[in-house]
């Protein structure tokens, strides 16, 4: 399965759109479908061009190559996953506001296809919160919505293979509530993915509901009480290729330690692991994926900036490489929106 990271603009560099804003993504980035997760980056904005890096198992291809010239324009949300289920990931965009429309670009294998299709037309309104998974376990990548705040449903529109099913369904009445961050993963190895909240802060609980298919567990439970505190960054993966997707989190600032606590697919291990201590320093943009593609999510840290360099640390089942390693050294400029990323 497929890993599930957050996104996050803040100090990481803002986006064009200015405004600090969640935002949830699958982290499947597997465009070529090879096998070994690539990477890509959205500039948004007017231009709204995407552009791809494929990854050779050590290294993202030198010259980054455009997918599309005209996706996810101005400040709407761009997310991936395999959504008609041929292996590939494509690219969806959420344009929320009042048109909440949902546009689908397909890959092609070495591009997006040139003219986007309107697979939903109402879903993620306002200032909800979009997300990508595999709800139903068919192989399709489905999505799902966050409302958050004081009513915290969850809503899911399944694939169809060319569209997401009109009428979005309420598959949980409350969870990630007020401003708790929600993330996706496969987290008892079903093959559906589940959702998990990150209540962050000074309580650090991580609470899970998991897939039945077509809902998601009435009472969610707690997998862990001390994980993620304060402003650390929480993202998902499976980082010992057992089937059941983990959890990690980044420190970033002075001291960039990266933990993970691993799922037994009833919760996650009460004492976390030290699996780095030096990746993504400050306020770079740390993410997720299997980008050497042995069945291991590896991490991934983006500076952006004017030095826009990409780095790697694999995973090992046990922790991720000591020496990170520049995968590239020209990608995601500035304020564009990597992916898959923690921004």
């Keep these: 399965m497929k890993d599930h990271n957050l996104y996050r603009f803040d100090s990481g560099g803002p986006p064009p759109s200015g405004p600090a804003e969640l935002i949830i993504s699958s982290g499947n ?26 990854s050779t198992g050590s290294g993202f291809s030198g010259t980054s190559q455009k997918w ?24 969806a965009t959420f344009t929320r506001g009042t048109t909440a429309d949902v546009f689908v670009a397909l890959s092609t294998g070495s591009g997006f296809s040139g003219t986007s299709v309107k697979w939903h037309d109402w879903f993620a309104m306002g200032s909800e ?44 009445d409350f969870f990630a509530a007020g401003a708790e961050i929600p993330a996706i993963g496969d987290f008892n ?11 962050r802060g000074a309580t650090a609980d991580v609470y ?33 290729g057992d089937g059941k997707d983990d959890i990690v989190t980044f ?36 993410g997720v994926g299997d980008f050497n593609g042995d069945g291991k999510d590896d991490i991934i840290t983006f500076t952006r900036g004017p ?24 990608f995601a400029y500035e304020g564009e929106i990597p992916a898959p990323a923690v921004l």
Excluded: C
Excluded at 151 to 156: E, T
């Design 29 to 54: 980035t597997d465009f070529t479908g090879d096998g070994k997760e690539d990477i890509a980056t959205f500039t948004r904005g007017s231009t709204a061009d995407a552009y791809v890096a494929a």
């Design 68 to 91: 599309h010239d005209w996706f996810a324009a101005g400040s709407e949300i761009p997310l991936t996953g395999d959504f008609n289920g041929d292996g590939k990931a494509d690219v």
């Design 129 to 172: 919160i979009p997300a990508v998974g595999d709800f139903n376990g068919d192989n399709k990548d489905d999505i799902a919505v966050f409302t958050r705040g004081d009513a915290a449903d969850v809503y899911v529109a399944l694939s169809t293979g060319s569209s997401f099913s009109g009428t979005s369904l309420k598959w949980h």
């Design 189 to 199: 190895g079903d093959g559906k993915d589940d959702i998990a909240t990150f209540t």
């Design 208 to 240: 899970v509901a998991l897939s039945t298919g077509s809902s998601f567990s009435g009472t969610s439970l707690k997998w862990h009480d001390w994980f993620a505190a304060s402003s650390e960054i929480p993202a998902i993966g499976d980082f010992n």
């Design 251 to 286: 420190t970033r600032g002075d001291t960039a330690d990266v933990y993970v606590a691993l799922s037994d697919g009833g919760k996650f291990t009460g004492t976390t692991v030290k699996w780095h201590d030096w990746f993504a320093m400050g306020g770079e943009v740390p």
């Design 307 to 330: 030095a826009a360099d990409v780095y790697v640390a694999t995973s090992t089942g046990s922790g991720f490489t000591g020496t990170s390693q520049k995968w590239h050294d020209w």
